[in-house]
């Protein structure tokens, strides 16, 4: 795609969400490649490189917690979760995480809903965002949901049971074969009901259940704007598309954004 192609799709992916009631952001692990975290798939993703994992990860946690604990002291994890916990120590929000909290300060964007766990979002100030697939920063009673924040990103010790209902307590990021923690979803599904547009960002759209959301939204008569390096599942019922890295695209898009209106905010 040339300079002049992505430049046209930027004024018309501003126009088309600045002409919006309410915007939703969906972002996926590639708004978090230029902040040092490799993504899960393509050339450099962690699967293509240590393999795809196994799918009974939550079942082997049911099975026997303190054995899993035992596993997470011991550092005995799969070498793709190594790798993604050292890139995710020291990473920082890009101008693209950025960017996001400036279209959320200025009204642009409602909403964020993340399948990323590294909370970068958070760190970079987005106030009003659901972590469907859970955040490195907390545990979660599997039980009753129940959330504290996590000590160390590496474990130093199993965590207690949960101290309202006595139930099993990991990670909260969501492990292969767990559900979506039923309120988080419903709060993500709550965001994409009410979502006249959708900006999907750095997401492969093929991971259900988030991977299935811009598809509900576009359902229900919202339009789909993409910000993605390549080609997915989803580009061909995307509005707009534009090729080009998040931590590119997304300030462009601010600054055609701020461009149409500059007085916007919804203060």
């Known amino acids: 795609m040339t300079q002049a192609e992505i430049s046209a799709d930027l004024v018309a992916a501003a126009r088309l969400i600045s002409s919006s009631e309410y915007v939703v952001a969906m972002t996926g692990a590639g708004v978090s490649v230029e902040s040092g975290i490799p993504p899960f798939r393509g050339s450099e993703g962690l699967w293509t490189k240590h393999g795809t994992p196994s799918g009974n990860g939550y079942q082997s946690f049911l099975e ?21 916990r050292q890139s995710v120590r020291n990473a920082k929000p890009n101008p693209g995480h950025i960017a996001l909290v400036e279209m959320e300060h200025a009204g642009f964007v409602r909403s964020l809903i993340t399948q990323n766990i590294d909370g970068l979002h958070s760190d970079a100030g987005t106030q009003n965002v659901v972590e469907i697939h859970g955040s490195r920063r907390f545990l979660r009673c599997v039980e009753c949901e129940n959330r504290t924040p996590r ?48 900006l999907v960002v ?9 991977g299935g959301l811009p598809r509900i939204a576009r359902a229900n008569g919202a339009k789909l704007v993409e910000i993605n390096t390549s080609e997915t599942r989803l580009s061909s019922d995307c509005d707009v598309v534009i090729r080009a890295p998040a931590g590119t695209a997304l300030p462009a898009l601010l600054s055609q954004l701020m461009d149409h209106h500059p007085n916007s905010n919804p203060d």
């Open 202 to 210: 750095g997401s492969s759209s093929t991971v259900r259940p988030a």
């Open 64 to 84: 026997d917690p303190d054995r899993w604990w035992k596993r997470e002291m011991e550092r005995t994890v799969e070498p793709w979760v190594a790798e993604l």
């Open 151 to 198: 000590p160390d990103l590496f474990a130093r010790r199993p965590a207690p049971p949960c101290e309202l209902c006595g139930g099993p307590v990991k990670y909260d990021s969501v492990l292969f074969g767990e559900p979506i923690p039923p309120k988080v979803l419903a709060n993500a599904r709550a965001e994409t009901d009410k979502a006249d547009c959708v």
